[in-house]
């Protein structure tokens, strides 16, 4: 079962003033994907007031990866940003694969 995100969760990301991005990935493995989020969008994570995180994920997959990702996620962003992530499920996916898409708000410059 995913932690769906709903309109609720991006009217709250939404509401900081300053530009936005999104990103989608390809599929990557689970343990590329920390590499991936942390090192391509470091820059803007760290300047973020809102940031939103959805992974495909397939449906036996252990949340435990997709949480370590999120807390070290967390430890790069200012103290104040608003961090949600959510999953859904894609069975089609290996095991050992993700999909991202992230949304990223509140941003001074891009």
């Known amino acids: 079962m995913g932690i769906d995100i709903d ?10 003033n300053g530009y936005t991005i999104g990103f989608n990935s390809d599929v990557v ?17 760290e300047k973020a007031k809102g940031i939103l995180v959805t992974y495909s994920i397939k449906e036996d997959k252990n949340l435990f990866d997709i949480s370590a990702i999120m807390e070290k996620l967390s430890d790069i962003t200012n103290s104040d940003s608003e961090i949600i992530f959510g999953t859904e499920i894609d069975n089609n996916l290996k095991i050992n694969e993700c999909r991202f898409h992230i949304y990223i708000t509140g941003l001074e410059s891009i």
């Open 7 to 16: 309109y609720a969760d991006y009217k709250t990301i939404n509401r900081h």
């Open 29 to 45: 493995l689970v343990n590329d994907l920390e590499v991936e989020l942390l090192k391509k969008f470091k820059n803007y994570l």
